[in-house]
């Protein structure tokens, strides 16, 4: 009931508390411009499929199959992708460095995110953020802002078994530069190669956030066990079978288009 009354209070609040306050430094606007410029003939080709703007906001793990839903989608009911991760890159290389802790880099990742949602969202195009949206404020933000253009907010759930996410990491590319989010990161990791740094801060950002997603038990030895979601979802799509996920997603696709 708690959880409930905080989520349909808490947008209001971020709206007259947050919103009004909240600007972006310099090099965060040079960030988002280059961000938008790389997106601009993806939000003037797109054609929607849905009766009405829709924005799609993922819950999901590192490794659950987020970024894979969301450009399957994309395709199926005509919507321009927003990558979080993407965005992190685009203000590592204006030199305002995203780091764990860092509320300021943490905002405006935020920021940008729902600036270019609110411009595709006015444009009448469909929205999917490549982005976790466990955090609460995170989530209610999102909410206080879509309502201005009323735009349908839905959310979906990504999971896997976790033995496929560990091997997805494993065996995903990492390169350190400054266009890799991970490879191009910073870790205390000493020696290895690019590809192990790589997935070592992928694990690192998993770890970080599993609390959010699982809780733990331990019955039977221990193990982790997939949190009640704190808000309504749409679908909740297992991708540890890519044939089975793919599927999923089309009939969620049918569902979203007949919103």
């Known amino acids: 009931m708690f959880r409930r009354l905080t989520e349909a209070i808490l947008p209001f609040i971020m709206k007259v508390m947050v ?56 395709r199926q009911i005509g919507g321009v992708v927003i990558e979080g991760d993407a965005i992190r890159v685009e203000l590592r290389k204006v030199g305002e460095v995203y780091s764990y802790g860092e509320r300021r880099q943490y905002s405006y990742v935020r920021q940008i995110a729902e600036n270019v949602a609110l411009e595709i969202s006015k444009r009448g195009g469909n929205v999917i953020f490549d982005a976790d949206f466990a955090d609460m404020k995170k989530r209610a933000s999102l909410k206080a ?24 990491m494993l065996s995903a590319s990492y390169r350190n530069s400054p266009d ?42 221990g193990r982790w066990f997939l949190k009640s979601p704190p808000v309504r979802l749409l679908a909740n799509v297992d991708t540890t079978e890519p044939a089975k996920w793919k599927e999923e997603v089309k009939k969620l696709a049918q569902k979203l288009i007949n919103l």
């Open 145 to 168: 802002k879509i309502t201005k253009v009323g735009a349908e907010l839905v959310f979906i759930r990504t999971h896997a078994d976790p033995e496929v996410m560990f091997g997805r």
């Open 19 to 74: 919103h009004r306050k909240e600007t972006l430094s310099a090099k965060a606007k040079k960030a988002q411009e280059a961000f938008i410029n790389k997106l601009q003939s993806e939000i003037g080709l797109v054609k929607r499929r849905t009766r009405k703007p829709t924005v799609i906001a993922f819950f999901g793990l590192v490794g659950s199959g987020k970024s894979s839903v969301a450009q399957e989608l994309a």
């Open 180 to 221: 890799d989010f991970f490879g191009g990161a910073k870790t205390t990791m000493k020696g290895g190669t690019e590809q192990q740094r790589g997935a070592v801060i992928k694990f690192r950002e998993m770890w970080r956030r599993t609390p959010h997603h699982y809780q733990w038990s331990s019955i039977g030895g």
